[in-house]
């Protein structure tokens, strides 16, 4: 059904926004945070490279300053907690790079996705969580590669199974792939 959740029901407890890379996933979701009122913008990223620090900067200037920012890259869980009080919607940014980086540290991905689940239910105010669709494309060549999709894959299906309502987000415009508030 294509339906735009800001204008036509409140934000619930919890919302997925997944979409492909540029798809305007990001944008989406601050849209509906922005809508809701003050928010808090818990990003995953780390600038490793020139163009990640681009990206990370055209966010930060879209976002402009009346965003409370956390910079978490790799315990989320820890810093919803931190913030659960708060009561400032929250717009995390984005479980894949979150995943990539959970990888890369070598941490138990299994016991993280269940810490995430657990903080997302204990928010004082709505969470709405960025991620990539990645298993859309053809299988990796490589072993790395392939575990990394099949790890998204597992994140986003028990993220999408908490959440309240699940949109996918394609050239900008939103499709609700779910929801419970209806």
């Avoid at 298993?135 to 575990?147: C, F, H, M, Q, S």
């Amino acid at each position: 059904m294509a339906l735009d959740p800001t204008t036509t029901r409140p934000l619930p407890p919890v919302t997925l926004v997944l979409g492909g890379a540029r798809s305007g996933k990001s944008a989406y979701a601050e849209r509906l945070i922005e809508d809701h009122g003050p928010g808090l913008y818990v990003a995953t990223a780390e600038a490793g490279d020139a163009e990640m620090e681009e990206r990370i900067r055209r966010h930060k200037e879209r976002r402009g300053n009346s965003w409370m920012t956390v910079e978490e890259p790799l315990d989320l869980a820890g810093a919803l907690k931190a913030n659960a009080a708060s009561g400032l919607a929250v717009l995390v940014d984005c479980l894949t790079l979150w995943l990539n980086n959970l990888m890369a540290a070598k941490r138990d991905v299994d016991a993280e996705v269940e810490d995430l689940l657990d903080a997302i239910g204990g928010l004082a105010a709505p969470i709405v969580l960025v991620t990539n669709e990645v298993g859309l494309g053809i299988v990796p060549d490589n072993e790395a590669a392939r575990a990394f999709r099949d790890a998204a894959g597992r994140l986003n299906q028990a993220v999408a199974e908490a959440a309240d309502r699940v949109v996918f987000v394609a050239a900008g415009a939103p499709l609700v792939f779910k929801d419970d508030q209806q």
